[in-house]
C-alpha cells in the first residue's frame, strides 16, 4: 500500500490547457513537497507547504495544502511544453523523529505544442 | 548543477558483483539520504545518514550497506546483484527541513 497515492498517473494534454493533479494519504503530514522530476535528471524541489489549508503560487503554478494535512493538489494554469515532466508530492510523516520523506509514485504529464 | 555529485553517472555489471555509489552532499548539508528509483515503485527510500551517523532505514535490503564519512560524503555499496537491482539511485542532501536537494543519479544495469 502507498502512503501517499497520486492521480492521475498518467496525463497528456495540449498546450494552453489547464490541469490539476492530486496528493491523497490517509496518514497526517507535518509538511508535503513537490518536486519535477525531468528524464535522466534527479528531482528538483517546487514548493513546501506546511500549514493545512495553506495555498501556495508559483507563476502559473498554485499549490494548496489540505485542512487536515491528508492531502495537496497542483493545478497549472495555461499549461507549456516546458511544463512537461514527472510531478511527485513527498510528505514528512507527522510526530516523526527524523526528516524522512515519503513520496507519491507520480503523475507523468506531456503538454503537446 | 544541484550542488550534489554522484558518481558514475552509469554502471553496468554482471550479476553476483559488487558496486559502490558515491555521493557527496551539497555543501553545509549534514543528512544524506538514499534512494532507489524504478518504473513500478516509484522513488523508495532506502537510508539516512545524519553527520556521520544512521539516522533512518527503509527498504534496504541486507545486500545493501552505506556510510558516511567524516567529510560527509556517502557512499552506498550494493553487493551479490540480481537482475531486479538494476534502477536509477538517488542521492539527496539536506539541512533542516527546507526541502531536499538530489543529485543526477546512477543509472545501474545488470545484466
Known amino acids: 500500500t502507498q502512503l501517499l497515492e497520486q492521480s492521475p498517473q498518467f496525463l497528456s494534454i495540449q498546450e494552453g490547457e489547464n490541469l490539476t493533479v492530486y496528493c491523497n494519504s490517509s496518514?497526517?503530514?507535518?509538511?508535503l513537497q513537490w518536486y519535477r522530476q525531468e528524464p535522466g535528471e534527479g528531482p528538483v524541489l517546487l514548493v513546501t507547504?506546511?500549514?493545512?489549508?495553506e495555498v501556495k503560487k508559483l507563476k502559473r503554478l498554485t499549490f494548496q495544502f489540505g485542512d487536515a494535512r491528508k492531502d495537496s493538489s497542483l493545478h497549472i494554469t495555461a499549461a507549456q511544453p516546458g511544463d512537461t515532466g514527472l510531478y511527485l508530492c513527498?510528505?514528512?510523516?507527522?510526530?516523526?523523529?527524523?526528516?524522512?520523506?515519503?513520496f507519491g509514485k507520480g503523475t507523468l504529464l506531456t503538454v503537446n505544442p | 548543477d544541484s550542488g550534489v555529485t554522484q558518481t558514475p553517472k552509469h554502471l553496468i555489471t554482471a550479476t553476483g558483483q559488487r558496486v559502490t555509489l558515491r555521493c557527496s552532499p551539497r555543501?553545509?548539508?549534514?543528512?544524506v539520504y538514499w534512494y532507489q528509483q524504478s518504473l513500478d515503485q516509484g522513488l523508495q527510500f532506502l537510508i539516512q545518514?545524519?553527520?556521520?551517523?544512521?539516522?533512518a532505514k527503509g527498504n534496504i535490503l541486507e545486500r545493501f550497506s552505506a556510510q558516511q564519512f567524516p567529510d560527509l560524503h556517502s557512499e552506498l555499496n550494493l553487493s551479490s546483484l540480481e537482475l531486479g537491482d538494476s534502477a536509477l539511485y538517488f542521492c539527496?542532501?539536506?539541512?533542516?527541513?527546507?526541502?531536499?536537494?538530489f543529485g543526477s543519479g546512477t543509472r545501474l544495469t545488470v545484466v
Open positions: 539527496a542532501s539536506s539541512v533542516g527541513t527546507g526541502g531536499y536537494t
Open positions: 513527498a510528505g514528512v510523516e507527522s510526530g516523526g523523529s527524523n526528516y524522512k520523506l515519503t
Open positions: 555543501s553545509g548539508d549534514l543528512s
Open positions: 545518514y545524519y553527520n556521520g551517523e544512521e539516522r
Open positions: 507547504v506546511v500549514t493545512g489549508g
Open positions: 496518514s497526517v503530514f507535518s509538511s
